[in-house]
Nanobody
């Protein structure tokens, strides 16, 4: 079982930046691929970014490429999402998730979820 707690959300103006953090309570953090997802009201949850267990490989959704960066610190059980040049359409609840068994790019493999943190980008 993995418990995940996100932080760092908030209100920011268009073009601004935020850094989300996700703390994992597990002794086996490095054996989990990690991802960030977002869900807006009335819309399906979508994958934003994912990172492999060793941080060698990453995935980004097309709509965040060049603006968001995912990273992880296995020594501290943390995963981050640096979000730059934010747009109003990035407004959403962002959740981190852990994938214990499947490759980082297989979104169906994400089994453990945090509660999410709200990001609001004002125009």
């Amino acid at each position: 079982q993995v418990q995940l707690v996100e932080s760092g959300g908030g209100l920011v103006q268009t073009g601004g930046s935020l850094r989300l953090s996700c703390a994992a309570s597990t002794r086996t953090f490095s054996t989990h691929a990690m991802g960030w997802f977002r869900q807006s009201p009335g819309k399906e949850r979508v994958a934003v970014a994912a990172i492999s267990r060793s941080a060698e490989s990453t995935y980004y959704a097309d709509f965040v490429k060049g603006r968001f960066t995912i990273s992880r610190d296995n020594a501290k059980n943390l995963v981050y999402l640096q979000m730059n040049n934010l747009k109003p359409e990035d407004t959403s609840v962002y959740s981190c998730a852990a994938n214990p068994l499947r490759p980082y790019y297989e979104m169906d493999g994400y089994q453990y979820w945090g509660q999410g943190t709200q990001v609001i980008v004002s125009s």
